[in-house]
């Protein structure tokens, strides 16, 4: 069956500083993959999606960027973190064609907070 | 662009039904689905609905599409403390890789 991990889990980090967080995938092959941000109180705000490795659309400009160098692997980073940042991020992964209508199945997400 | 509404919250009473409400603009999505947020956790896949279906039960699930409408429902039956989480309605748009769009979420607060 598969599974996705997704790491840390929680994360302090102050203004400026870098960000790396890390989500895999087990169990299936070429999957498309996606970063999510939920902030606080509000819903899931689309960031980044994946078809393939080196192949990433960003769906809103921001201070973030994603990188997907294996099948299966997806990062989220940012070189200087703002404090909007702050929120609780969800990696996610699906494959067309599956069903039930490729639906995407989430990681367990990562609580950044910038101070 | 494609938007997604639900009610921010619903009160229910222990044993009572919950329904949460659901409007949608894309008039071609193919999938529709229901997921479930607990505290500090990821979402958990409900549920879904394919377009050409008007109702689907599963357990103390149904789901209600009303495709004129772009309306669609959740009633969970006899609604229990557990039950008590935000619910999040997402739609497939049509068309290329498979991007689903969320709404707000709906958090239902289970009380005795």
């Known amino acids: 069956s598969q599974t996705i991990h997704q790491w840390p889990a929680t994360l302090v980090q102050p203004v400026g500083s870098p960000l790396s967080l890390e989500c895999t995938v087990e169990g299936t092959s070429n999957p498309n993959l996606y970063w999510y941000r939920q902030a606080a109180g509000r819903g899931l705000q689309l960031l980044f999606y994946s078809v393939g490795i080196g192949q990433i659309s960003s769906e809103v400009p921001q201070n973030l960027s994603a990188s997907r160098p294996q099948d299966r692997q997806f990062i989220l980073s940012s070189k200087k973190l703002l404090l909007s940042d702050s929120g609780f991020y969800l990696c996610?992964?699906?494959?067309?064609?599956?069903?039930?209508?490729?639906?995407?199945?989430f990681g367990e997400g990562s609580w950044l907070t910038v101070v | 662009g494609e938007d997604v509404e639900q009610s921010l919250f619903l009160s229910v009473r222990e044993g009572d039904s919950s329904v949460i409400n659901c409007t949608y603009t894309?008039?071609?999505?193919?999938?529709l689905y229901w997921y479930k947020q607990e505290p500090g956790a990821g979402l958990q896949l409900l549920t879904y609905?394919?377009?050409?279906?008007d109702m689907k039960q599963d357990q103390r699930l149904t789901v209600l599409l009303n495709k004129k409408d772009k309306h669609l429902s959740l009633r969970i039956a006899d609604t229990q403390t557990g039950d008590s989480a935000i619910y999040f309605c997402?739609?497939?748009?049509?068309?290329?890789?498979?991007?689903?769009?969320f709404g707000a979420g709906t958090r239902l607060a289970v009380h005795p």
């Open positions: 997402a739609v497939l748009l049509s068309g290329g890789y498979n991007k689903l769009i």
């Open positions: 996610a992964w699906s494959v067309w064609g599956e069903l039930p209508g490729s639906a995407i199945y």
């Open positions: 894309d008039s071609s999505s193919t999938y």
């Open positions: 609905i394919f377009s050409n279906m």
